[in-house]
Antibody
Framework: EVQLVQSGAEVKKPGESLKISCKGS????????IAWVRQMPGKGLEWMGI????????RYSPSFQGQVTISVDKSITTAYLQWSSLKASDTAMYYC???????????????????WGQGTLVTVSS | EIVLTQSPATLSLSPGERATLSCRAS??????LAWYQQKPGQAPRLLIY???NRATGIPARFSGSGSGTDFTLTISSLEPEDFAVYYC?????????FGGGTKVEIK
């Protein structure tokens, strides 16, 4: 069974750093692109960026470039999303998602997401 | 970037009725469009990809149509579990953006 299991909810202060995780299992972790999606409270879905676990090739949405870092440790089939200095506006639910089909090339990724983690709620408040 | 506009924002219907949701793109996305369903407190679920292909395990009452700039998600007969928010998403151009969502609520 394919699963993406995310780390638990976090409460942080502005300016603090944070790294949340997403552990994949039940499939060939290194063959499928994994992306992160943000959902601010009561709002819609925003695509943040994507990483290929096989070689850590990473691409970011322009809106999130320089704001977050996406990484992966394929030895433990885990992807990460991290912030170096959180802001109150980073308060949101964050989902890791798996691309629908295996492919190495970012141009042939489907960008359709068939498996979703349960979400990690990040609250940033002073 | 391509903007996706979903309408209506809210659709009030009764179980057993037909639901028709619209997604309009600011420029052509060919057939590179998906639909997702999100229930309260849950992660979204992929329903339809490439405009009209049902994802694995999705009931036949869900169907998608359209190409270019105008797309429709149809739920032929609403079941109680179908009351949720629905999002469209394009993958024709970078970045792969989502629409603002349509909430299907019980009338």
């Amino acid at each position: 069974e394919v699963q993406l299991v995310q780390s638990g909810a976090e409460v942080k202060k502005p300016g603090e750093s944070l790294k949340i995780s997403c552990k994949g299992s039940g499939y060939s972790f290194t063959s499928y692109w994994i992306a992160w999606v943000r959902q601010m409270p009561g709002k819609g879905l925003e695509w943040m960026g994507i990483i290929y676990p096989g070689d850590s090739d990473t691409r970011y949405s322009p809106s999130f470039q320089g704001q977050v870092t996406i990484s992966v440790d394929k030895s433990i089939t885990t992807a990460y999303l991290q912030w170096s200095s959180l802001k109150a506006s980073d308060t949101a639910m964050y989902y890791c998602v798996r691309d629908r089909e295996p492919t190495r090339h970012v141009d042939t990724a489907t960008y359709y997401f068939d498996y979703w983690g349960q979400g990690t709620l990040v609250t940033v408040s002073s | 970037e391509i903007v996706l506009t979903q309408s209506p924002a809210t659709l009030s219907l009764s179980p057993g009725e037909r639901a028709t949701l619209s997604c309009r793109a600011s420029q052509s996305v060919s057939n590179f469009l998906a639909w997702y369903q999100q229930k309260p407190g849950q992660a979204p679920r992929l329903l339809i990809y490439d405009a009209s292909n049902r994802a694995t395990g999705i009931p036949a009452r869900f169907s998608g149509s359209g190409s270019g700039t105008d797309f429709t998600l149809t739920i032929s007969s609403l079941e109680p579990e179908d009351f949720a928010v629905y999002y469209c998403q394009q993958r024709s151009s970078w970045p792969p953006l989502f629409g603002g969502g349509t909430k299907v609520e019980i009338k």
